[in-house]
């Protein structure tokens, strides 16, 4: 019985180291808007200057292929405040939270 308890823990512990957690629930980034996706279907995305390094550090998204954005239908305020950031070039502090695909996460915004 103690053999079988000994290799359980073990191979909890196994699995567990192989799973990548954030270190943080969210974390944030600022920058100017480089470059901005947005779809027919509502998905929105952007790039900052300088990537988002704080949120690689972090771990947020193992699978971050350069873009932050919501994969979804994105509430129009937010919209209007991405688009309105990247026209003026006004620096934007994002949100992130996890991945949306190979997207970072973003949960809010504001512009400074």
């Known amino acids: 019985m103690r053999k079988s308890l000994?290799?359980?823990a073990i191979f909890c512990a196994l699995a567990m180291s192989q799973i990548a957690l954030p270190a943080s629930a969210w974390?944030?980034?600022t920058g100017v808007i480089t470059e901005m996706y947005v779809?027919?279907?509502g998905s929105v995305a952007v790039k900052l200057?300088?990537?988002f390094p704080n949120a690689v550090a972090?771990?947020?998204c193992p699978s971050y292929n350069g873009?932050?954005?919501v994969a979804s239908t994105v509430d129009p305020n937010m919209k209007a405040s991405l688009l309105m950031a990247k026209i003026s070039e006004s620096p934007v502090v994002l949100t992130i939270s996890g991945c949306q695909g190979a997207w970072m996460k973003i949960v809010d915004m504001y512009v400074k």
Do not use: C, E, K, L
Request: charged share 10%.
């Open 6 to 8: 000994n290799f359980v």
């Open 27 to 29: 974390i944030q980034d």
């Open 39 to 41: 779809s027919a279907s």
């Open 49 to 51: 200057t300088g990537g």
């Open 58 to 60: 972090d771990g947020q």
């Open 67 to 69: 873009w932050a954005g």
